[in-house]
């Protein structure tokens, strides 16, 4: 059992660029999620999904997008990286139902020039 | 979802508690109180939740108010690889399952 996965663990992106963060989970998990942490905060919910096909904009959602066409697979993708989109992103699983514990992958630390 | 308030830093001696309040005085009845910690920049790990009653697993001890208006975590006998940011968070369990982080607690374990 992986866990979830993330994929890659470092990124260096030039403004304008465009790239698709990877993440995956082998628990048959229907939630997962995309956060992005800046330095000294908490985590801030960019993108979520609660079942293949389903996505829907967290609190932070400008400048990505996001599809879920499998249970297993929630990509990120940047479509023209900003300098403000520097940042390390976690990508999360959990069950809707139970104790709603949620599973974090290792992270992808961004920098964008 | 409740705010939430936490000190941003404690210490705390190797091998005795370490006790992390919050304040949820906005929390509403059917809101659960999260505990998650984050060790040095790895994703955020679950620790503990509860509605009202006290709950304990292998890892700590969460205990809430009976106004339900703050919390304590409790971490039994600290060590060194229990230094960590703690969150506290409260949220409705719905199908969506949207965590809402603060800055959250800076807690160091001296040796």
Known sequence: NAGVTQTPKFQVLKTGQSMTLQCAQDMNHEYMSWYRQDPGMGLRLIHYSVGAGITDQGEVPNGYNVSRSTTEDFPLRLLSAAPSQTSVYFCASALISGTYEQYFGPGTRLTVT | ?111
């Open chain 2, 1 to 111: 979802d409740a705010k939430t308030t936490q000190p941003t830093s404690m210490d705390c001696a190797e091998g005795r508690a370490a006790n992390l309040p919050c304040n949820h005085s906005t929390i509403s009845g059917n809101e659960y109180v999260y505990w998650y910690r984050q060790i040095h920049s790895q994703g955020p790990q679950y620790i503990i939740h509860g509605l009202k009653n006290n709950e304990t697993n292998e890892m700590a001890s969460l205990i809430i108010t009976e106004d339900r208006k703050s919390s304590t975590l409790i971490l039994p006998h600290a060590t060194l690889r229990d230094t960590a940011v703690y969150y506290c968070i409260v949220r409705i369990q719905t199908g969506a399952n949207n965590l809402f982080f603060g800055t959250g607690t800076r807690l160091t374990v001296i040796p």
